[in-house]
Protein backbone atom coordinates (compact mmCIF):
# COMPACT_ATOMS: atom_id res chain seq x y z
CA UNK A 1 0.00 0.00 0.00
CA UNK A 2 1.29 3.14 -0.97
CA UNK A 3 1.71 5.56 2.09
CA UNK A 4 0.42 9.25 -0.26
CA UNK A 5 -2.63 9.12 2.26
CA UNK A 6 -0.97 7.49 5.27
CA UNK A 7 -1.36 10.14 7.61
CA UNK A 8 -4.60 11.99 5.98
CA UNK A 9 -7.89 11.98 7.41
CA UNK A 10 -11.02 10.52 5.76
CA UNK A 11 -10.87 12.02 2.10
CA UNK A 12 -14.40 14.17 2.74
CA UNK A 13 -12.81 16.02 5.30
CA UNK A 14 -9.65 16.14 3.74
CA UNK A 15 -10.97 17.90 0.67
CA UNK A 16 -12.77 20.57 3.17
CA UNK A 17 -9.87 21.57 4.78
CA UNK A 18 -8.26 21.72 2.02
CA UNK A 19 -10.87 24.14 0.10
CA UNK A 20 -10.88 26.04 3.58
CA UNK A 21 -6.72 26.28 3.31
CA UNK A 22 -7.64 27.67 -0.25
CA UNK A 23 -8.87 30.77 1.28
CA UNK A 24 -6.43 30.68 4.17
CA UNK A 25 -3.46 33.30 4.96
CA UNK A 26 -0.73 33.64 7.11
CA UNK A 27 -0.85 31.50 10.31
CA UNK A 28 -3.97 29.78 10.12
CA UNK A 29 -2.89 28.81 6.35
CA UNK A 30 0.30 27.18 7.66
CA UNK A 31 -1.72 25.74 10.82
CA UNK A 32 -3.91 24.21 8.11
CA UNK A 33 -0.84 22.82 5.86
CA UNK A 34 0.56 21.00 8.93
CA UNK A 35 -2.63 19.10 9.72
CA UNK A 36 -2.82 18.18 6.63
CA UNK A 37 0.92 17.24 6.09
CA UNK A 38 1.56 19.99 3.19
CA UNK A 39 4.24 22.40 2.47
CA UNK A 40 2.45 24.48 0.45
CA UNK A 41 -1.01 25.74 -1.14
CA UNK A 42 -0.05 24.46 -4.57
CA UNK A 43 1.45 20.70 -2.80
CA UNK A 44 -2.13 20.36 -1.22
CA UNK A 45 -4.21 21.10 -4.25
CA UNK A 46 -2.04 18.27 -6.28
CA UNK A 47 -2.94 16.13 -3.43
CA UNK A 48 -6.40 16.67 -3.45
CA UNK A 49 -6.37 16.49 -7.10
CA UNK A 50 -4.51 12.89 -6.64
CA UNK A 51 -7.68 11.50 -4.46
CA UNK A 52 -9.79 12.88 -6.75
CA UNK A 53 -8.23 11.36 -9.84
CA UNK A 54 -7.20 8.07 -7.90
CA UNK A 55 -9.35 7.70 -4.89
CA UNK A 56 -12.79 9.31 -6.38
CA UNK A 57 -12.78 7.91 -9.79
CA UNK A 58 -15.42 6.15 -11.07
CA UNK A 59 -14.75 2.30 -12.07
CA UNK A 60 -18.62 1.17 -12.78
CA UNK A 61 -17.95 0.76 -16.49
CA UNK A 62 -14.89 -1.42 -15.87
CA UNK A 63 -16.86 -3.80 -13.70
CA UNK A 64 -15.39 -1.97 -10.73
CA UNK A 65 -17.53 0.18 -7.60
CA UNK A 66 -19.33 3.24 -8.60
CA UNK A 67 -18.21 6.54 -7.07
CA UNK A 68 -19.53 10.09 -7.34
CA UNK A 69 -17.99 13.03 -5.63
CA UNK A 70 -19.46 16.49 -5.54
CA UNK A 71 -18.13 19.72 -3.79
CA UNK A 72 -19.62 23.48 -3.33
CA UNK A 73 -18.72 26.66 -1.31
CA UNK A 74 -21.63 28.31 -0.19
CA UNK A 75 -21.26 31.99 1.03
CA UNK A 76 -23.61 34.63 2.37
CA UNK A 77 -25.10 36.94 -0.39
CA UNK A 78 -23.89 39.38 1.64
CA UNK A 79 -20.21 38.25 2.43
CA UNK A 80 -17.85 39.25 -0.41
CA UNK A 81 -15.98 35.54 -1.31
CA UNK A 82 -12.85 36.98 -2.93
CA UNK A 83 -12.62 35.95 -6.73
CA UNK A 84 -9.53 34.35 -6.30
CA UNK A 85 -10.82 31.81 -3.33
CA UNK A 86 -13.87 30.90 -5.49
CA UNK A 87 -11.38 30.31 -8.91
CA UNK A 88 -9.16 28.10 -6.38
CA UNK A 89 -11.83 26.24 -4.67
CA UNK A 90 -12.71 25.69 -9.02
CA UNK A 91 -9.71 24.92 -10.30
CA UNK A 92 -7.98 22.68 -7.61
CA UNK A 93 -11.01 21.22 -5.70
CA UNK A 94 -13.93 21.44 -8.25
CA UNK A 95 -15.92 23.22 -5.78
CA UNK A 96 -18.46 25.23 -7.11
CA UNK A 97 -19.29 28.60 -5.64
CA UNK A 98 -22.66 29.68 -4.83
CA UNK A 99 -24.52 32.73 -3.24
CA UNK A 100 -27.13 31.64 -0.51
CA UNK A 101 -29.41 34.47 1.42
CA UNK A 102 -28.77 32.67 4.83
CA UNK A 103 -30.26 35.06 7.11
CA UNK A 104 -33.81 34.59 4.66
CA UNK A 105 -33.20 30.54 3.84
CA UNK A 106 -32.74 30.13 7.47
CA UNK A 107 -35.23 32.21 9.18
CA UNK A 108 -38.09 30.73 6.13
CA UNK A 109 -37.58 27.70 7.56
CA UNK A 110 -37.64 28.32 11.30
CA UNK A 111 -34.17 28.34 12.03
CA UNK A 112 -33.22 31.43 14.27
CA UNK A 113 -30.47 29.98 15.96
CA UNK A 114 -28.06 32.76 16.60
CA UNK A 115 -25.45 31.00 15.69
CA UNK A 116 -26.87 30.32 11.80
CA UNK A 117 -27.39 33.35 11.43
CA UNK A 118 -24.41 34.24 11.72
CA UNK A 119 -22.95 31.86 8.93
CA UNK A 120 -21.22 33.28 6.43
CA UNK A 121 -19.91 30.54 4.74
CA UNK A 122 -20.64 26.98 4.13
CA UNK A 123 -17.90 23.90 2.72
CA UNK A 124 -19.90 20.81 1.69
CA UNK A 125 -19.02 17.74 -0.22
CA UNK A 126 -20.62 14.38 -0.58
CA UNK A 127 -19.62 10.75 -1.57
CA UNK A 128 -21.52 8.36 -3.23
CA UNK A 129 -19.61 4.48 -3.02
CA UNK A 130 -21.13 1.20 -4.28
CA UNK A 131 -19.01 -1.78 -4.32
CA UNK A 132 -20.05 -5.63 -5.07
CA UNK A 133 -17.96 -8.16 -3.10
CA UNK A 134 -14.95 -9.50 -4.94
CA UNK A 135 -16.43 -12.88 -3.12
CA UNK A 136 -20.05 -12.43 -2.71
CA UNK A 137 -21.78 -13.84 0.61
CA UNK A 138 -24.10 -16.68 -0.26
CA UNK A 139 -27.65 -15.89 0.84
CA UNK A 140 -28.75 -18.91 2.06
CA UNK A 141 -25.80 -19.49 4.54
CA UNK A 142 -27.54 -15.88 6.44
CA UNK A 143 -28.87 -16.29 10.31
CA UNK A 144 -30.43 -14.67 12.88
CA UNK A 145 -28.29 -14.80 16.17
CA UNK A 146 -27.81 -12.22 18.74
CA UNK A 147 -25.58 -8.97 18.64
CA UNK A 148 -24.60 -7.72 21.87
CA UNK A 149 -24.92 -4.08 22.28
CA UNK A 150 -23.05 -1.69 24.56
CA UNK A 151 -25.88 -0.96 26.85
CA UNK A 152 -26.09 -4.58 27.64
CA UNK A 153 -29.43 -5.55 25.36
CA UNK A 154 -29.14 -7.89 22.62
CA UNK A 155 -30.43 -7.32 18.94
CA UNK A 156 -31.79 -9.80 16.87
CA UNK A 157 -29.24 -9.20 13.73
CA UNK A 158 -28.84 -11.35 10.51
CA UNK A 159 -25.43 -12.18 10.43
CA UNK A 160 -23.99 -13.42 6.84
CA UNK A 161 -21.42 -16.48 7.01
CA UNK A 162 -18.56 -17.71 4.91
CA UNK A 163 -16.33 -21.02 4.95
CA UNK A 164 -14.47 -19.68 2.85
CA UNK A 165 -10.51 -18.59 3.62
CA UNK A 166 -10.72 -14.54 4.56
CA UNK A 167 -7.94 -11.88 4.90
CA UNK A 168 -8.04 -11.81 8.97
CA UNK A 169 -5.35 -10.70 10.61
CA UNK A 170 -4.96 -11.58 14.67
CA UNK A 171 -3.88 -8.75 16.90
CA UNK A 172 -3.26 -7.96 20.60
CA UNK A 173 -6.94 -7.59 21.66
CA UNK A 174 -8.69 -7.91 18.15
CA UNK A 175 -8.87 -9.07 14.72
CA UNK A 176 -9.21 -7.49 11.39
CA UNK A 177 -11.19 -8.47 8.48
CA UNK A 178 -10.20 -7.43 4.87
CA UNK A 179 -13.36 -7.70 2.14
CA UNK A 180 -12.25 -6.29 -1.46
CA UNK A 181 -14.50 -5.23 -3.72
CA UNK A 182 -14.63 -5.83 -7.21
CA UNK A 183 -12.53 -4.62 -9.93
CA UNK A 184 -9.43 -5.20 -11.70
CA UNK A 185 -7.10 -4.91 -9.95
CA UNK A 186 -8.84 -4.74 -6.67
CA UNK A 187 -8.43 -1.00 -5.30
CA UNK A 188 -11.47 -0.38 -2.62
CA UNK A 189 -11.80 -3.11 0.52
CA UNK A 190 -13.80 -2.47 3.86
CA UNK A 191 -11.42 -3.37 7.19
CA UNK A 192 -13.70 -4.33 9.86
CA UNK A 193 -12.15 -4.07 13.53
CA UNK A 194 -13.96 -6.21 15.84
CA UNK A 195 -11.93 -6.57 19.44
CA UNK A 196 -12.15 -9.08 20.88
CA UNK A 197 -13.57 -7.95 24.49
CA UNK A 198 -17.82 -7.28 23.59
CA UNK A 199 -17.11 -4.01 25.49
CA UNK A 200 -14.23 -3.04 24.18
CA UNK A 201 -14.89 -0.46 21.15
CA UNK A 202 -14.47 2.36 22.77
CA UNK A 203 -11.26 1.86 24.20
CA UNK A 204 -10.29 0.92 20.35
CA UNK A 205 -11.93 4.10 19.69
CA UNK A 206 -9.73 5.82 21.80
CA UNK A 207 -6.47 4.07 20.91
CA UNK A 208 -6.96 4.26 17.21
CA UNK A 209 -7.81 8.18 17.82
CA UNK A 210 -4.91 8.76 19.94
CA UNK A 211 -1.65 6.61 17.69
CA UNK A 212 -2.32 8.41 14.62
CA UNK A 213 -1.39 5.21 11.42
CA UNK A 214 -2.02 2.34 14.87
CA UNK A 215 -4.91 0.83 12.60
CA UNK A 216 -2.80 0.72 9.69
CA UNK A 217 -0.27 -1.66 11.06
CA UNK A 218 -3.11 -4.10 11.85
CA UNK A 219 -4.26 -4.79 8.53
CA UNK A 220 -4.06 -8.48 6.84
CA UNK A 221 -2.00 -9.19 3.80
CA UNK A 222 -2.95 -13.06 3.58
CA UNK A 223 -5.95 -15.81 3.55
CA UNK A 224 -6.54 -18.01 6.18
CA UNK A 225 -8.81 -20.65 7.22
CA UNK A 226 -11.86 -19.80 8.86
CA UNK A 227 -13.99 -21.97 11.38
CA UNK A 228 -16.83 -19.68 12.49
CA UNK A 229 -17.66 -16.91 10.87
CA UNK A 230 -20.37 -14.26 11.19
CA UNK A 231 -20.55 -10.97 10.10
CA UNK A 232 -23.45 -8.54 10.20
CA UNK A 233 -25.75 -7.59 7.38
CA UNK A 234 -25.64 -3.94 6.65
CA UNK A 235 -27.80 -3.10 4.02
CA UNK A 236 -27.99 0.99 4.47
CA UNK A 237 -25.00 2.45 6.06
CA UNK A 238 -25.64 6.25 5.61
CA UNK A 239 -24.23 9.18 7.33
CA UNK A 240 -20.77 7.34 7.86
CA UNK A 241 -18.52 10.18 7.70
CA UNK A 242 -15.97 10.14 11.41
CA UNK A 243 -18.33 12.85 13.58
CA UNK A 244 -18.23 14.46 16.91
CA UNK A 245 -20.19 12.77 19.57
CA UNK A 246 -23.64 13.81 19.63
CA UNK A 247 -23.20 15.86 16.26
CA UNK A 248 -25.66 15.52 13.40
CA UNK A 249 -23.70 14.22 11.04
CA UNK A 250 -20.89 17.29 9.75
CA UNK A 251 -17.48 18.43 11.16
CA UNK A 252 -17.66 21.84 12.63
CA UNK A 253 -14.61 23.75 11.22
CA UNK A 254 -13.37 27.30 11.77
CA UNK A 255 -15.28 29.08 8.49
CA UNK A 256 -18.43 27.32 8.68
CA UNK A 257 -19.49 23.56 7.99
CA UNK A 258 -18.04 20.63 6.46
CA UNK A 259 -21.20 18.14 5.71
CA UNK A 260 -20.34 14.54 4.06
CA UNK A 261 -22.99 12.29 3.11
CA UNK A 262 -22.74 8.84 1.36
CA UNK A 263 -24.62 5.71 1.37
CA UNK A 264 -22.64 2.53 0.74
CA UNK A 265 -24.62 -0.51 -0.10
CA UNK A 266 -22.95 -3.82 1.81
CA UNK A 267 -24.61 -7.38 1.86
CA UNK A 268 -24.75 -10.56 0.13
CA UNK A 269 -25.93 -8.82 -2.57
CA UNK A 270 -23.82 -11.17 -5.99
CA UNK A 271 -23.27 -15.07 -6.90
CA UNK A 272 -23.02 -17.94 -4.62
CA UNK A 273 -19.30 -18.15 -4.02
CA UNK A 274 -18.34 -21.39 -3.68
CA UNK A 275 -14.41 -22.26 -2.61
CA UNK A 276 -12.26 -25.54 -1.57
CA UNK A 277 -8.83 -25.84 -0.24
CA UNK A 278 -6.86 -28.76 -1.50
CA UNK A 279 -3.54 -29.95 0.60
CA UNK A 280 -1.20 -32.80 -0.20
CA UNK A 281 1.67 -34.20 2.23
CA UNK A 282 3.87 -37.08 1.51
CA UNK A 283 3.09 -40.34 3.41
CA UNK A 284 6.97 -40.38 5.03
CA UNK A 285 5.91 -37.35 6.96
CA UNK A 286 6.63 -38.16 10.77
CA UNK A 287 3.95 -35.78 11.67
CA UNK A 288 1.05 -33.13 10.13
CA UNK A 289 -1.16 -30.55 11.83
CA UNK A 290 -4.04 -29.18 9.84
CA UNK A 291 -4.07 -25.05 9.36
CA UNK A 292 -5.36 -23.56 12.74
CA UNK A 293 -8.73 -21.83 11.87
CA UNK A 294 -9.56 -18.74 12.52
CA UNK A 295 -12.70 -17.36 13.85
CA UNK A 296 -14.24 -14.17 12.98
CA UNK A 297 -17.52 -13.49 14.98
CA UNK A 298 -18.43 -9.87 14.67
CA UNK A 299 -21.29 -10.19 17.07
CA UNK A 300 -20.56 -6.74 19.15
CA UNK A 301 -19.92 -3.28 18.56
CA UNK A 302 -16.85 -2.94 15.80
CA UNK A 303 -15.09 0.17 13.65
CA UNK A 304 -14.99 -0.24 9.91
CA UNK A 305 -13.13 1.27 7.39
CA UNK A 306 -13.37 1.25 3.42
CA UNK A 307 -9.94 2.40 1.76
CA UNK A 308 -8.48 2.80 -1.65
CA UNK A 309 -5.42 1.01 -2.47
CA UNK A 310 -3.21 4.41 -2.14
CA UNK A 311 -4.40 4.60 1.39
CA UNK A 312 -7.61 7.09 1.32
CA UNK A 313 -10.03 6.86 3.77
CA UNK A 314 -13.38 6.90 1.91
CA UNK A 315 -15.26 6.01 4.83
CA UNK A 316 -15.03 5.67 8.27
CA UNK A 317 -17.57 4.79 11.49
CA UNK A 318 -18.74 2.57 13.83
CA UNK A 319 -21.54 -0.44 14.29
CA UNK A 320 -23.21 -0.08 17.41
CA UNK A 321 -26.66 -1.83 16.44
CA UNK A 322 -27.07 -3.34 12.99
CA UNK A 323 -30.51 -3.85 13.42
CA UNK A 324 -31.03 0.48 13.57
Not at 15 to 22: E, P
Not at 70 to 96: G, I, L, Q, T, Y
Not at 124 to 139: L, Q, R, S, V
Amino acid sequence: MSHLFYNCPVVSVYAALAVLAAGARGRTLQELLAALSAHSGDELAARVATVVARALADQSLSGGPAVTFASAVWHDAAFAASPAFRAAAAKSFNAESRAVDFHNELGSRGHKQPHQLETSLVITNAIYFKGMWEEPFNKAKTIVDKFYCLDGRTAKARFMRSDSSQFISVRDGLKVLKLPYQSSPPRHSMYVFPPDARHGQPKLVEKITSMPGFWRHQLPDTRVPVGEFRLPRLADLSDMGATAEGSAGGVLVFAGEVCHRAVVEVNEEGTEAVAATGMMFMPTCPRWSPPRLVDFVADHPFLFFVVEVSGAIMFVGHVLDPTN
